[in-house]
């Protein structure tokens, strides 16, 4: 059974930063997408970013220069370091996993907030 973890969310002041962790355990595919979604409270999930195996990635336009993703595949895991956060950005962020199959996380709750 494949789980993903996420850890990393909280309450932050515009301008900050958080730094999310995803790590990924069970029988998974070598060859695998992860990345993240966020939701905020009525509105869609949207993508914010991913990163294959190989390491190529794409992000939402909006987070572009601030957001940066990473990976350690020995570990399963993946990162978003946030930088220069945004009310905006306010929202439940769910690490995604697919190898063929999809996987999500539980959520982390990110807040930017004065």
């Known amino acids: 059974q494949v789980k993903l973890v996420e850890s990393g969310g909280g309450l932050v002041q515009p301008g900050g930063s958080l730094r999310l962790s995803c790590a990924a355990s069970g029988r998974i595919s070598s060859i695998n997408t992860m990345g993240w979604y966020r939701q905020a409270p009525g509105k869609e999930r949207e993508l914010v970013a991913v990163i294959n195996s190989g390491g190529s990635t794409n992000y939402r336009e909006l987070v572009k220069g601030r957001f940066t993703i990473s990976r350690d595949n020995a570990k399963n895991t993946v990162y978003l370091q946030m930088n220069s956060l945004k009310p905006e950005d306010t929202a439940v962020y769910y690490c995604?996993?697919?190898?063929?199959?999809?996987?999500w996380g539980q959520g982390t709750q990110v807040t930017v907030s004065s």
């Open positions: 995604y996993l697919v190898d063929g199959r999809s996987f």
